[in-house]
């Protein structure tokens, strides 16, 4: 009895440091999901010479480092949220490295803003809404950067 405990316990703490999720209200954000609109980094701006990990929103605003890419067509927008959504996107956090180069804007059905975040692709993180950084799976990174960097939206 005392092994099948110590394995279980085991099992429990390995799900817990080696894996993330995004939490329940992020969740809930990404599933009311309808749009994303894709903002890239422009470290040439005058605004963003000395910033490394910009956040796309700041005091409620779009953060002028950042300008519009594209906006994703409705397959694509599932795509992503279908990523973000699945556990196996995220692995244990680096939150040492952080060098802001997308963001992303959600919108509801209703076309009203419902989230953001903020990626470091390079660096494999992200940031929901400002808030604490995840890492990506190299697997969810690439499959991001191919739905950002594809000609159609």
């Not at 209703?110 to 989230?115: A, L, S, Y």
């Amino acid at each position: 009895m005392k092994p099948v405990l110590l394995v279980l316990v085991i099992i429990a703490f390995s799900n817990s440091c080696f894996g993330q999720l995004l939490n329940p209200k992020d969740q809930e954000i990404l599933k009311r999901t309808k749009l994303i609109s894709i903002y890239e980094c422009n470290r040439d701006s005058p605004d963003c010479l000395d910033k490394k990990d910009v956040q796309i929103i700041l005091s409620n605003k779009i953060e002028p480092c950042f300008k519009l890419k594209k906006k994703l067509n409705s397959t694509s927008t599932r795509r992503i949220i279908s990523i973000l959504l699945n556990s196996a996107s995220f692995k244990q956090t680096d939150p040492n490295c952080f060098t802001s180069d997308f963001g992303m804007l959600l919108f509801d059905n209703q076309q009203n803003m419902t989230g953001s975040i903020t990626t470091s692709l390079h660096c494999d993180n992200l940031s929901f809404d400002n808030r604490i950084v995840l890492t990506l799976s190299k697997i969810a990174t690439r499959q991001i950067i191919e739905i950002i960097k594809s000609p159609t939206h």
